[in-house]
């Protein structure tokens, strides 16, 4: 059988006092889902019963939240530490290594995003494909232009099937509604499996992206027009000065 | 003029959302990276109220309150805190916080508390200038009439036996006194009870018509 190809993320987190954690994400690079290891024990907080998102579509019979599941290690490590501590964040990727002086919770957000996206929840796996084009730190501008790029590609893909896109983006904008329950769901989760604010103020940052996109779609948008004037006056060129 | 609201966080992400979220929810916003920012903000253009995270590098959102309540007591607060801690929260409300949000904030909610926290300020604000006028109508219209009527009173009893004139002129000009002193008395009784039916609807708005009404009694016009 065919050895399962993996894209790879490896992430080093450099405090001031020296210390050092690092994680490794891997994802099959077909499917985008995380591949993990068995975890030696399940922690109460992400049994699914516990604090259960108000949207989860998973059935009874499912005895753990697997995006719980797959931030359980990362949020152990964390759970006693404060958001906005110094750290050297690197992540290293098959194409490019990013290194970024930063907050934990910036750097933590980054991580917890691939995790969550690709954890099997039905409802974050809407936001897979954005994985293949990870960009560690990325500010909300382009978060919310990686977001609309990957929504728009989706689109276009299904207008090639010959069935109906949604150019509007209200889809999206219906998309992050829900992604944004489970996002305030897993706070919840996060408040009884830690003592300080790192872990959970990372998961507020990937909601806060979640609260303004409606906005930047409907004004943010408009303010890219002058970057885009190549394509949208090609059927008005300037006139020529001379 | 849209109330104006400082959002105060160390986390872009954040400060841009609130802001995309009270800007299309009606308010004029601005941000500040931390509690120094935030005090400097301040100092260059007053808010009406500030959204202070309570965990920041520097100066904590604790730190800044208790400052912000010093030096700009007009300016309410709400705190948010990604990790809720009850005795924190308590002492937040005892600085003088007026309301503590646990993130992420919903933004309804945030918006509702806000408006509400706007609007009490503004009707807190306009009270005070009723408590003003009602105090000026009590020493110009009331006292300053009677200490009229009691120097008129004092002047009758040291006139001679003889001065009749003198008496009547004194004792009509108490009586206008009285009578004037006894009509401004009967409206501003009157302006009582409106006012006790009126405040059933207790706001801004009562509290700004309570004050027109008062003007217009003190004028001398019915009102």
């Known amino acids: 059988m065919a050895e399962k190809k993996l894209i790879q993320y490896r992430y080093r987190f450099l405090f001031e006092d020296g210390t050092e954690k690092s994680f490794n994400v891997a994802l099959d690079e077909e499917t985008l889902e995380l591949v993990t290891e068995e975890l030696k024990e399940s922690p109460e907080w992400t049994k699914l019963k516990f604090s259960q998102c108000e949207n989860c579509p998973l059935s009874d019979s499912v005895e753990y939240c697997p995006t719980a599941l797959s931030l359980a290690g990362l949020v152990r490590e964390f759970k006693d530490s404060v958001s906005y501590t110094s750290a050297q964040v690197t992540v290293e990727s098959r194409e490019r290594t990013f290194v970024k002086k930063t907050t934990l919770q910036k750097g933590l957000s980054a991580i917890i995003g691939i995790y969550m996206s690709t954890s099997n929840c039905p409802v974050l796996s809407m936001m897979r494909p954005m994985t293949r084009f990870h960009l560690p730190f990325a500010n909300s501008f382009e978060t919310f232009y990686r977001s609309i790029s990957s929504y728009l590609t989706a689109q276009f893909l299904l207008l090639r099937r010959g069935e109906t896109p949604d150019w509007d983006l209200k889809g999206l904008q219906d998309i992050y509604k829900q992604v944004n329950t489970v996002n305030k769901g897993m706070t919840a989760r996060l408040h009884r499996a830690t003592e300080k604010d790192a872990n959970i103020n990372a998961v507020v940052i990937l909601h806060s992206f979640g609260d303004g996109i409606s906005y930047f779609i409907e004004s943010g948008l408009s303010d890219l027009e002058p970057m885009f004037g190549v394509f949208l006056n090609k059927n008005h060129p300037p006139q020529d000065k001379f | ?223």
């Open chain 2, 1 to 223: 003029m849209n109330e104006r609201i400082l959002v105060v966080d160390d986390e872009e992400s954040l400060r841009l959302s609130l802001k995309f979220k009270l800007k299309s929810a009606g308010f004029d916003v601005d941000v500040a990276v931390d509690g120094e920012d935030a005090l400097e903000k301040l100092k260059a253009k007053p808010a009406d109220a500030v959204l202070l995270d309570i965990n920041m590098p520097r100066m904590s959102g604790i730190e800044t309150l208790t400052i912000i309540r010093q030096q700009y007591p007009q300016t309410e607060a709400i705190m948010l805190t990604g990790f809720a801690d009850f005795s924190t929260a308590i002492e937040c409300l005892k600085i003088g916080a007026k309301d503590y949000l646990v993130k992420p904030v919903d933004t309804t909610e945030l918006v509702t508390r806000l408006r509400s926290l706007v609007r009490s300020r503004s009707t807190e604000r306009a009270l005070q200038e009723v408590h003003q006028e009602y105090l000026g109508f009590l020493a110009e219209d009331v006292l300053e009439p009677l200490k009229k009527i009691q120097t008129v009173l004092d002047q009758l009893g040291k006139l001679p036996a003889d001065a009749e004139k003198e008496r009547k002129k004194a004792l009509t000009g108490a009586r206008e006194a009285a009578d004037v002193m006894e009509a401004k008395l009967k409206v501003l009784a009157q302006f009582a009870k409106e006012a006790a039916e009126a405040s059933e609807g207790s706001g801004e708005g009562s509290a700004m018509h309570l004050i027109e009404q008062l003007k217009g009694i003190r004028k001398g016009g019915d009102h």
